[in-house]
C-alpha cells in the first residue's frame, strides 16, 4: 500500500481514519498488515495482502480475509480488534456470486486492455475518453477514484494524464490490477464494497465507472452511494449497458437465463463457440447486423464478459439523466446519438441498437 493513500482511507464501519499496522515493508509501501480503525467503539480491522488493503465487510469478509497470512490475524488478535459480524445485505448473495466470475474473468484475461494482441493499451487509449467523457486536463493534478478497476486499465490510463487515482473492485480482480499497475506511483488497488465504500464525504475531484454498476443489482443506488464522495465541483461519470430493441432484450434474456446457470468451465466453451459464430459472421459482413439482434463481440474476453456476469441491467439515458438530477449532478456530457427522426415510435423502438449509456455530471 502507497503511503499516499492512508490519509484518505476510512472505517466504513464507523468513518474513523486507520492506523497501520506492518508485517512487511519494501521501499516505502507496506505489503502486508493490518488496517485498525481508530474509533474508540469500533475495533474493525482489515489485512493488506500483497500490497491491497482488502476492505470488506459481513458476509464477503471472509473472502477478503483468505488472502491474510496467520500473522495477519495475530496481530488482529492482539490488537483486540473485533471481527465485524455479518450485517443485514439482501444483495450478499449477488455480490458472492459476482466476485467468483470476476475473479476468475480477470485472472484468465489478466492483460485484456494492456498487451492483448487486439485489445493492447494504445487502443483502450483511445477508447478511454470515450468511456469516461474526461479530457487529459480533467485528470491533471486529481484525486480520481475508478469504481470498479477490473485489470486496471483504465487507473493506469487516468494516472498517465496525471491524475493520482485509487482503483476500487469487489472481487479478487484487485490482484491483476495491483500487479498490472505495480510500477504506476500513482495508482493504488483496494478490494472493497461499491456500496460500502472505505472514504470520507469529498473525498475525490474525479469518479468515473466503467462497465460495472449494471451488475451490481441496484444501479441506482450504486451511484447514490458515490455522489456523496465528490468534492464541490467534481465529476461523476457512469457508463452502463443500454437497453436495445425488443428482439435484443428477448434474446438477450434467454440466453443469460441459460449462461449464467453455467459453470465457468462451460462458460468457456460457450464463449469459444459463439466467438467462432462471430467470426464467421464477419467474414460474411453480417456481424453488425446479427448484432443489432444479438449480443457477439469481436473477442472472446467481451463474450465471457458479457454473458457471464450473474446480473446485468440495462438502461436508459432518460433513465440516468433522472438519477443525476435526483443527486444534484448537472449533466455536461453524454455519448446520446441524435434520435431517429421520421419514422413511426413502434419502427424507431423496433430498430434500436443496444448501445451504451455513459452520462458525467459535475456536482454543485
Known sequence: ??????????????????TPHIIDERDGQILEGVLACDGSACGAWYPIARGVPRILGGVLRTDGLRHAMPAHLHLARNLSAASLQPGED???????????????????YRRFGWDDGEYDLRREGGVFPHKSLLAPEDLRGRLVLDAGCGNGRYSYLASEHGGRVIGVDLSDAVDAAAKNTEGCDD????????FRLPFAPGTFDVIFSIGVLMHTGEARLAVRRLRPLLAEGGSLTVHL????????ELADRLLRSFTTK????ELERFTDRVFRLQRTLARLRLDRVANRFVRLDPHPHCIFDWY???IAT???????RAWFDELGLRVVATNERPPVTGLP??????ARSADTVTVRGIAG
Not at 449477488?94 to 466476485?99: A, E, F, G, S, V
Not at 449497458?241 to 435484443?248: A, E, F, L, Q, V
Not at 415510435?345 to 423496433?350: D, F, G, I, Q
Open 187 to 194: 495508482v493504488q488497488i483496494i478490494q472493497g464494497d461499491i
Open 90 to 108: 439482501k444483495l450478499a448473495g449477488l455480490k458472492q456470486k459476482t466476485m467468483r466470475s470476476f475473479a476468475f474473468e480477470w485472472t484468465e
Open 314 to 320: 440495462h438502461h436508459t439515458y432518460p433513465e440516468v
Open 308 to 310: 457471464s456476469a450473474p
Open 262 to 265: 453455467r459453470s465457468l468451465a
Open 345 to 350: 415510435a413502434l419502427v424507431r423502438k423496433a
Open 1 to 18: 500500500m502507497r503511503p499516499w493513500v492512508l490519509p484518505h482511507l476510512r472505517c466504513p464501519e464507523c468513518g474513523a481514519p486507520f
Open 241 to 248: 449497458y443500454g437497453k436495445g430493441n425488443p428482439i435484443y
